[in-house]
């Protein structure tokens, strides 16, 4: 079922967090056969697409990082660590959170013994310094793709979170799929693409940039800059999404 609905709309349509903990135990377990790429870029069909879609995706993102030797960096939401590779060699820490378990088995299992890379089982919006183990904060966080999958007040735990586990000076990237004109929500939906039912929100620019307003710049963050990850039209091939990155800073 597709249900489009206005930006904040009353009774808009919300997401079973265990049919979305189901799709991603099943993602897992398509990743010994698919891939761990093209499980969490949705691409099992398409694999070529799946990797130009990452390459591109981080050849974009990662110089707007402005990582440090000293960077230590959150990945809220790691999925395989996909990421981790090219960052872990770049910066002090990595660490990669998710709720999936089946997901962070995979990540912990392609990164190997490398010493900085950390990985902890965990839903965003119970991540704070002392469930992660940590004292210091972090001075780099990414978001890739994570708040299509939570709810409202998820959205809004998470931001709060994002802000106090945030050193005082942080760079802050959000990458998600954004609905082009109405929100849109997909519930219980067979994907052919991905032999799986799907359950997902995507939320309007306005919509993201509101949350943002009402809680990350509360806690001292500013928008400094915003685009379309990808130019091309066969690398975006949804008719009603596009890939969008907010970077923020404090």
């Given at each position: 079922?597709r249900?489009k609905s206005?930006?904040g709309?009353q009774?808009a349509?919300?997401?079973d ?5 189901s ?16 499980a969490?870029?949705y691409?099992d069909?398409?694999?070529?697409l799946?990797e130009r ?10 110089p ?11 990945d809220?939401?790691c999925?395989?660590g ?8 770049l910066?002090?820490?990595?660490y990669?959170?998710?709720f ?18 950390r990985?902890s ?9 002392e469930s992660l183990?940590e004292?210091?904060?972090f001075?780099?966080i990414?978001m890739?793709g ?19 586990v945030?050193?005082?000076e942080?760079r802050l990237m ?12 997909i519930k219980e939906h ?6 799986q ?11 993201l940039?509101?949350m ?15 685009g ?10 949804r008719?009603?999404t ?7 800073e404090?």
């Amino acid at each position: 079922m597709r249900i489009k609905s206005n930006p904040g709309e009353q009774g808009a349509p919300r997401l079973d967090p265990a049919a979305v903990a189901s799709f991603f135990s099943k993602r897992a377990e398509k990743a010994k056969t698919i891939g761990s790429l093209r499980a969490v870029i949705y691409q099992d069909k398409l694999p070529d697409l799946a990797e130009r879609r990452d390459v591109a995706e981080k050849a974009l993102l990662l110089p707007k990082l402005a990582l440090h030797d000293h960077s230590r960096l959150l990945d809220i939401g790691c999925g395989t660590g996909r990421w981790a590779g090219i960052l872990a060699p770049l910066i002090e820490l990595y660490y990669g959170t998710d709720f999936a378990a089946g997901l962070i088995d995979i990540a912990r299992a392609e990164s190997g013994a490398a010493k900085n890379v950390r990985y902890s089982v965990l839903p965003s919006k119970s991540v704070s310094l002392e469930s992660l183990g940590e004292s210091l904060g972090f001075d780099r966080i990414i978001m890739l793709g994570l708040l299509i999958y939570l709810n409202e007040e998820d959205v809004f735990e998470t931001f709060r979170r994002v802000a106090e586990v945030a050193s005082p000076e942080c760079r802050l990237m959000l990458r998600e799929p954004v609905a082009i004109g109405k929100r849109l929500t997909i519930k219980e939906h067979f994907s052919s693409d991905l032999d799986q039912i799907y359950n997902a929100i995507y939320r309007t620019d306005s919509e993201l940039l509101l949350m943002i307003s009402e809680t990350l710049e509360q806690a001292g963050f500013t928008l400094i800059d915003s685009g379309y990850v990808f130019d091309q039209p066969d690398m975006n091939n949804r008719v009603d999404t596009v890939q969008k990155w907010y970077l923020l800073e404090r």
